[in-house]
T-cell receptor, first 119, second 114 residues
């Protein structure tokens, strides 16, 4: 069965601190997709990154970086020099591969981590 | 442009009312989704339309009725809802491409059932 675990329910940091959000996943598939979404208080889920199971390269985008490790089934997200605007709920999600090669329709979400960045 | 629009933003309805939620995308995506999200919970998948055909129905009660009139538009018709159906309803779309398959979400409709 597929499962995504975000063990940190809430994290509070002071601006400019670095923070890492943990994500551990379970799947029996050899091909799968991992995602991170940000949900600010307004409610919209904002796509941040997609990673395919066969691509273990880490990625950096500005202050954001992601560490994908298949050996530990983890896909952690680090925000460097956090800012107040980073305050949101962050969801990690997993999707199986479909017959056509892309992801299936069903995203399996973790329970989310609420990040509060205080000035 | 990765914009998915949803109307209305807020909706209050009684248990005997009939209302509809609307979702629109103009990215040429061929899959569209409805999710329900309760407070402090992750989104839960309700329906998936792929190439305008219903492909996944996650055992949603019949008081929720989806409709996909064309590849850009997705509706969710609501009838005889219960107070526990109050939630944020999110629409998403994806290209149905093996290389670029990512779901993009709209801002949601906050529904309150009285």
């Amino acid at each position: 069965a597929q499962k995504v675990t975000q063990a940190q329910t809430e994290i509070s940091v002071v601006e400019k601190e670095d923070v890492t959000l943990d994500c551990v996943y379970e799947t029996r598939d050899t091909t799968y997709y991992l995602f991170w979404y940000k949900q600010p208080p307004s409610g919209e889920l904002v796509f941040l990154i997609r990673r395919n199971s066969f691509d273990e390269q880490n990625e950096i985008s500005g202050r954001y970086s992601w560490n994908f490790q298949k050996s530990t089934s983890s896909f952690n997200f680090t925000i460097t020099a956090s800012q107040v605007v980073d305050s949101a709920v962050y969801f990690c999600a997993l999707s199986e591969a479909s017959n056509y090669g892309g992801s299936q329709g069903n995203l399996i979400f973790g329970k989310g981590t609420k990040l509060s960045v205080k000035p | 442009d990765t914009e998915v629009t949803q109307t209305p933003k807020h909706l209050v309805m009684g248990m005997t009312n009939k209302k509809s939620l609307k979702c629109e995308q103009h990215m040429g995506h061929r899959a569209m989704y409805w999710y329900k999200q309760k407070a402090k919970k992750p989104p839960e998948l309700m329906f998936v339309y792929s190439y305008e055909k219903l492909s996944i129905n996650e055992s949603v009660p019949s008081r929720f009725s989806p409709e996909c009139p064309n590849s850009s538009l997705l509706n969710l018709h609501l009838h005889a809802l219960q107070p526990e159906d109050s939630a944020l309803y999110l629409c998403a779309s994806s290209p149905r491409s093996s290389e670029q398959e990512t779901q993009y979400f709209g801002p949601g409709t906050r529904l309150l059932v009285l």
